[in-house]
């Protein structure tokens, strides 16, 4: 197959998902301030999120960069990490309807962790097929980034149980830590160029 299949197939999905996000912020039932302040908790959940998928949609572009042919197991890695973000719009409707409640902050977070697996998992398979010496492998070498991101996660599901501002501060500070732009893959990119 080739990889601009894998790239358009990726970002419909993404841009898919960004959309049944919007979607579902309702229109205020008023035209006064106190109407939009009900929207508050929904809006701050859309917002993160959407922030979560742009970075998904950012460091995915670049990591299919690196990739010199596509095979099976990168096509179902490829599945797996857009199954897990496909799921961010019902997690952010449910945690922003809710109010950020225990329950959904945990699921939420569930969410981001499993997504942030399976970017791992990804990463991981396109270094299998093109080799320890490739370029993604080189560029991003053994990903303390993600494996940060992941431990962080792991921590947020059940902190959203005992303090569930800890475990949105967790998720907003992973957000943080990806917002900086990832450069090493974009570097390599450049120096083989």
């Not at 990889?3 to 898919?16: M, Q």
């Not at 596509?70 to 897990?84: P, Q, R």
Request: hydrophobic share 50%.
């Amino acid at each position: 197959m080739n990889k601009n299949r894998l790239e358009a197939f990726s970002d419909g999905v993404i841009a898919i998902i960004i959309t049944v996000m919007v979607l579902e912020l309702k229109i205020p039932q008023g035209s006064d301030w106190q109407s939009l302040r009900h929207l508050a908790p929904k809006f701050v959940s859309y917002v993160i999120s959407f922030i979560y998928v742009a970075i998904y949609w950012n460091n995915h572009h670049h990591l299919l960069h690196t990739v010199k042919h596509v095979t099976g197991a990168i096509l179902w890695s490829n599945t797996h990490l857009l199954f897990w973000i496909s799921l961010m719009p019902f997690v952010t409707g449910w945690a922003g309807e809710n109010h950020f409640a225990e329950l959904p902050v945990a699921v939420y977070s569930f969410i981001l962790l499993m997504a942030g697996i399976a970017y791992y998992i990804l990463s991981r398979i396109i270094i299998s097929v093109h080799g320890k010496d490739s370029l993604l492998s080189t560029a991003i070498g053994h990903d303390f980034k993600g494996i940060i991101s992941i431990v962080g996660y792991l921590i947020a599901v059940p902190m959203a149980f005992v303090y569930k501002y800890g475990s949105i501060g967790i998720i907003i500070a992973i957000a943080i830590l990806w917002l900086i732009p990832d450069r090493r893959i974009e570097k390599k990119l450049n120096e083989n160029d």
